[in-house]
């Protein structure tokens, strides 16, 4: 299959293409370098000794977007390409809805004329919002989102279900992905935040590494087991072979999915546990809630295991060696 990977040097995007490859797809990827870098295509052709078609467009750009269809026969598209930071969406609103909104629907305008007409779309647990039981399951429906990043992303999945609606033969899947962590075992690709952090695991690595001081742990006092925040974290690599799964096993029509492990985990047990592991220790120390985190959410991943085939394999060890790896070997 010829799939067009939107964000494709990203994060997420990144390891979904070695996957992709993997399996044996012709791979595509257009990504403005906004948030990655031109050095994780040459990593990714290392990774997978293949050489991959990359176009350095932005998808605000339907001309540009255009082309990229018009020269290659596109079967199927798997979007990522999108901003991702939630506290920068609160301060730049309209930057995140500009960008968001504008260049999916450039993508999706572009796909209709070429009649390619599967896209997988990467959106976010965070489209729950607060719900009554923290284990989030696909039927309940989407809740008051907590950032404009997150609004653009339940907005997103409405627009889909309207295109949907309007021509059904369309075949969209949902991934709602819980907490993206981890690395490639190869520690070539891993994630790379611009500036400071803000998302815990990226933190961990650099307090460890010696190049912040110190962990803050927002809040020791939600109803929790030990106090902290819990959430479910996914190794980026099962999460990239849910996309794979996704293209290769969704059934016809729009399907959602949550990519989660099922597990919830606390801030502290996975700071106690990339410290067992690597044998180091993180400098922390507890401090006031951050506004508009919840207390606690997983996933209920049975869906997607009963109609994709997928589940996580990775532990919480394994997320943390491997995170730690990709840090050594990028120091
Ligand atoms: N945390 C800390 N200290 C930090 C950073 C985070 O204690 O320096 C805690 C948070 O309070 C939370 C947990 O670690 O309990 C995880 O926080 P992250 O910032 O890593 O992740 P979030 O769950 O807040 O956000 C993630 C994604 C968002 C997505 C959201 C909802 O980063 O993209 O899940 O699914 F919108």
Redesign the pocket.
């Known amino acids: 299959m010829k799939v067009l990977v939107t964000g494709g040097l990203g994060f997420i995007g990144s390891h979904t293409v070695v996957e992709l490859l993997e399996e044996n797809n012709d791979v595509i990827i257009v990504d403005n370098l906004y948030n990655s870098k031109i050095e994780v295509l040459g990593k990714l052709e290392t990774i997978s000794g293949n050489s991959i078609k990359f176009y350095q467009y932005d998808l605000l750009d339907k001309e540009k977007l255009d082309e990229i269809f018009a020269e290659n026969e596109i079967d199927s598209v798997i979007h990522f390409a999108g901003y991702?930071a939630?506290g920068e969406s609160v301060r730049e609103p309209l930057m995140y809805y500009t960008n968001n909104l504008i260049s999916t629907l450039n993508l999706l305008e572009v796909m209709k004329k070429y009649n390619v007409k599967k896209i997988v779309f990467s959106s976010?647990?965070?489209v729950y919002g607060e719900q009554e039981s923290p284990k989030y399951v696909e039927t309940m429906k989407r809740g008051e989102t907590a950032s404009p990043?997150?609004t653009t992303k339940a907005m997103i999945e409405k627009m889909l279900e309207d295109l949907y609606a309007s021509d059904n033969s369309w075949n969209i899947t949902i991934l709602r992905y819980?907490?993206p962590v981890g690395a490639h075992k190869s520690g070539l690709i891993g994630e790379e935040p611009n500036g400071i952090p803000?998302?815990?695991?990226p933190?961990v690595m650099k307090v460890a590494a010696g190049k912040l001081e110190q962990?803050?742990?927002?809040?020791n006092d939600y109803p929790t087991p030990d106090g902290t925040?819990v959430?479910d974290y996914i190794h980026v690599v099962d999460l990239a072979k849910g996309h794979v799964k996704a293209l290769q096993n969704s059934p016809d029509g729009l399907n959602v999915y949550n990519l989660g492990s099922g597990k919830g985990v606390s801030?502290l047990e996975l700071v106690t546990t990339f410290e067992r592991v690597n044998e180091l220790k993180v400098n922390y120390k507890i401090v006031d809630r951050?506004p508009g985190?919840l207390p606690e959410y997983y996933a209920d991943p049975t869906k997607a295991l009963k109609e994709l085939d997928w589940k996580t394999e990775k532990t919480l060890e394994d997320i943390c060696k491997d995170t730690w790896n990709y840090q050594k070997n990028n120091i």
């Open positions: 991702k939630v976010s647990a965070t990043y997150g819980f907490n803000n998302n815990l695991m933190y962990l803050s742990i927002f809040g925040g959430r801030v951050r985190d």
